[in-house]
């Protein structure tokens, strides 16, 4: 059979089988499709006995071919099943292969056991593994082979039983395979793992070392600035400060470096102990105080300048000194000579090189730009190049020991820093590629890996945190170089700010004792609380100490103010010891402007404390002598006469009568009620404002002749707003609880006792402050001596700004209402607005029998006579005339004539009206008014309208329409102005106003000592907008309207203006 043939034998016989199947299907096909079509020929003949035979040929044919196909089919079937087990043997062959191939990996495995494995070298491992990865990869090759070559057959062989143990067997042999092959690959991979693993964690620890030297060494290179300070780098600076002002000294005196060097004492050279001698003299003797060094910094520039250590310093060395270097900034071309207009270029300097200067800095007279010859140390080369353009650019930069030392440590930092990131970068990324393993040597590596990062990330934080040392440390080694270079300079200002602060010291210490004594002398009463405050013993004399204390304090206070802001303005430093004076003089104003609050808190306070005590023994003292007053019958005006001396109460005078009243006070108590009532002496108007006291009705009440309601009667009702002056009290009825006093109506002079507040807390009465009025209107105001307005002749004419008293009122005059008409004038046919009436009841224009119309012609005559008289003019109808004289009837011819002045010619003559057989030639006119007393024709009805003109009496007006004037009623009160006079005004918006003793100053003003200007000494000026008290006045001197005041700012007393003779208003 063809299985126990070789398999390539049984493959080559079934290809030769499924040919030969092949070429056999093709011919019966052929065959079939050849008989087909014969027969069809054949039965398209007609004659079908001759065909018969033929057709029954080829149904045999076809038969034949038949049997030939089943045959075909049968061979075709065993073919197939002959291929299908030879492809099985095929695949058992494959299946071997791969096992011979799994059973190579398994051996090449062998050596990387865990015993045998240790003693392994770590090349050897890697040889070992290498191999077996080789090995282990054709194997998985066979498998993957075998493994898809046996799926098909096992898919060719379904419903095939007789080969179902084979692919059973076939698969169970690949699958053990496939299982030793990945064990074989899992000592593989677990080797490697290891490998890999010891591998990464040395790179890791390698590069986890090299960090740590990376910031040692950036801690190394950093150590000259942040553990030394940078001394090193001060004393080259000093050194650079040092040739500047040698070089200077040298230009001044003409020396060149060798007489330099020999004016420092050296011949062949200078000792570093003489060399220090000569630096501790040369400020003085080259005039550079910036030279100045201390002993230790001439030592260290000695040892500097001694370049090779032997302790003495040669030409050579000290040359040195001013040997300058430049850094290129920007690339700049290199010319063979000074002047760039006639140089020729013979190289280009590039940024970053550094050079040495082979003579001075000098000018380019062409361009105006400092050039320098230097040497690129680099290359070589020689030649001019220029420090900075005319447009600005700076293309060299001048190198320094510090400038050097900051490149080379900022390079150094960059690069460890690189160094440090690439090695964080490098365990992040070896830590994401082991994300996965979860087992195994590479797990392990990776969480040893993660314990690394966090101190990985710590070097560089120290890294960071050197860099920001660094760079703070610059800045201070900046600022220490400035202060270096600059301390001749402080050294200068600070002892000049030491004697600005020791004197402004001194002088706020003696503010600062003044306030310490305003307080101790206040301490006492300050103290006292409540009632013991009342009780205090010398508060006068304590207000009087502090009063006159607290100016002084305040002099000197200003004084050192003043001083301290001087001194501030003068210091125009930013910093320094005198930007810190500065500072210091500005908390020593802060500190005398304490002393100046606290000393006016002080006085406050004590003035305080002094009100409660004197606002207690005025209420005493005020009725006291309110009493004493009325007991003897007297007006107020002859009580202050009589403690008056000069005009004025003398507080001494006042004292001495409230202590003769038996009111308990003490004579400091008693002083205290004199300055509560006038500082300085009484005038009179604080006298009678201390006296005097007066209270409006806010709710009426009764009037009654009692103080004990129970046995009085009621007078009348008081009225909302009426007000009373207090004849006595007040008094407490204590059985009805209530305060009484007895008063006299300011309106119409009743007297009687009121209740100022009831029993259940109702107030009926306020307290109120006597009523002034002023003038205000630029008009003047009558001063009439009856009640009546505008009645008889004005006692005087009020002028703006006079202040009056008000003695009696307000009162109400009502007045009848006046008549006003529209007409036009015959003279001049003007129209307009006039009073017939006013209301006053003055008539200015009467109409009854005083206008006559001509209706008939008739004649004016010289003479009453109509026999002996001579015509004056002909009179035709509406002629009119005013009628001066009659009607007069003549008896003899019986007519009735008056005598008139004809309105369009003041013609005059007597004039016929009614003859004697009564006929009428002249009737009154009911239309026409005759103006009786000059009068206003206005344009409107409004009595203040614009004026047209004034209507002469005799005038005639025809009138169109009358109109009346309803009058609203005048408020009138009794005043007595600053002279004394007395008499009733008129209360009139625009014109009269309620006066207030507080003034405003409008202008700029001086307070003066006297109320006479001429001769007068100034107080002080009075500034706009300060507030002043009245104490005195108004009066009028010398067409002035002064007044004695008192400024609310600073107390200041004396004689002011506040409206001057040509009307200018200073005060308001």
Partial sequence: GIEVLPLMEATSTIENSEKAANELQQSITEARNFIAAKSVELRAFADKEKTKPLIEELTNLTGRINAAAQKHSAFKKDTDARKKNALLQEAAEKISKAEAEVEKVTESTAPLDDEASEALSTEEAASICEKAGAQAKLAQEAVDASRAFLTTRQNENKGVAANAETVKNLQARLSAASSAL????????????????????????????????????????????????????????????????????????GLDLEGLFQEAGGGKSIAEADFVTYLEKLPEVIGHPEVEFNEERRTALAKLVDADGDQQISLAEFKAIFQLKFVCVTGISMTDVLQVSVSKTTGKVEPGEVMEALGPIAKDEATGMERVEVKVLSSGKQGFVTLKGNQGTKFLQESSPFSDFCTSLDKTLEERTAAVRKVITFIQQKGNELTAHNTGPLQEAKAEINKLRPKAQAHAAELQKLKSKVAAAKKDFAKAEAAEKTAHIEAKERKEAEAILKECNGQVDAAEAN???????????LASKGEDVLKFATPSSVLEEVEKMV??????????????????????????????????????????????????????AVKAACKSISEAGAVKASAALRAEVHQKGMTFDAFFAELAEGGSIKHEALCKRLLSLDLGLSEEHAKLVCRKVEAGSIGKRAFQAFVQRYYTVTTAIAITTEFEISKAKTIRKAEVEEMFEVLEGPKSDEKLSLTRVRGRSLADGTEGWLSIKGNQGSLFLKEAEKPFYSISSRDEVRLDADFKVGEGEPVRMLKYGEVLEMLEGPRKETFPPGLRARGKATSDDAV??????????????????????????????????????????????????????????????????????????????????TGNAGTTFASASKTHYAIVKEVKLQKTVAANSEVLKTLAPGEAVQVSET??????????????????????????????????????????TPMQSTCKVEGAETVREIAANEILQLLDGPVEEAGDLRMRAQAKSDSAEGWVTIRDSSGKRYMS
């Fill in 182 to 253: 990945t064990k074989a690959k899992k000592v593989v991979s677990n080797r490697e793992h290891k490998f890999v693993a010891k591998k990464l964690m040395h790179e890791v620890e390698e590069m986890m070392s090299s960090m740590e030297s990376e910031v040692k060494a950036a801690e190394t290179a950093s150590a000259p600035l942040l553990e030394k300070g940078g001394e090193e780098f001060l004393v080259a600076a000093s050194l650079r400060t040092l040739a500047v002002a040698l070089q200077s000294y040298s230009k001044e005196k």
């Fill in 515 to 525: 306030s310490n004594q305003i307080s101790s002398s206040a301490e006492a009463l």
């Fill in 551 to 604: 100016p002084e304090a305040a002099s000197v206070c200003n004084k050192v103010k003043t001083q301290l802001m001087e001194e501030i303005k003068k210091i125009k430093a930013a910093k320094g010891p005198l930007a810190e004076a500065k500072k210091e003089l500005t908390k020593l104003t802060g500190k005398v402007e304490s002393f100046l609050k606290k000393n006016a808190h002080t006085l406050q």
């Fill in 832 to 913: 307009g607005w006039f009073s017939i009436r006013d209301r006053q009841g003055t008539v200015f224009a009467e109409a009854e029998g005083k206008i006559y119309a001509c209706v008939s012609t008739v004649a004016m005559t010289d003479t009453f006579e109509i026999k002996d008289c001579q015509v004056v003019k002909k009179l035709v109808v509406g002629d009119l005339f005013a009628v001066e004289e009659g009607p007069v009837k003549q008896e003899e011819s019986g007519v009735t004539r008056v005598k008139g002045k004809t309105l369009s010619d003041e013609k005059v003559g007597w004039i016929t009206i």
């Fill in 963 to 1004: 109109k009346e004037e309803a009058q609203q009623p005048s408020i009138r009160v009794r005043v007595r102005t600053t002279d004394g006079a007395t008499g009733w005004i008129t209360v009139l918006a625009g014109h009269v106003k309620r006066w207030t003793s507080v003034y405003k100053c409008l202008v700029a």
